[in-house]
């Protein structure tokens, strides 16, 4: 494991009203993440909805791409969503976010939405 390395993934849209799923994977050295969090990155919860709140989570992936040690996307689509052969939404949003921490650099740390993502 790699010292002072954190993994955070999470995930947005779960179906066909809100569309496909994607989940995000970033992984920051704590020092990177001191610099993104002077710089207003937090919890896109924080920002709101609506075109300011987008413009405003938009205006920051620049840093965080650039502070990131490792930034990574995967999005489901609606059909593979609706397909219930992966044994249900949330073992299917569970194996994609364990393929995404698998193919980040060792961390020290995850953060997640674990009650709901890897409680069963």
Known sequence: MSAGRTAGIDEAGRGPILGPMVLGCVVLSDAAAERLAAAGVADSKHFGAGAKAH??????????????????????????????????????????????????????????????????
């Not at 397909?83 to 393929?99: I, K, M, T, V």
């Not at 995404?100 to 674990?114: E, K």
């Open 55 to 120: 413009e405003r989570r938009r205006a920051l992936l620049g840093h965080i791409e650039r502070e990131a040690d490792h930034v990574a996307v995967c999005v489901v689509s609606v059909e593979e969503i609706d397909d219930r052969s992966h044994g249900g939404l949330n073992r299917l949003e569970q194996a994609r976010a364990a393929s995404l921490l698998a193919a980040a650099p060792a961390a020290t740390r995850i953060i997640a939405d674990g009650a709901r993502l890897f409680a069963p």
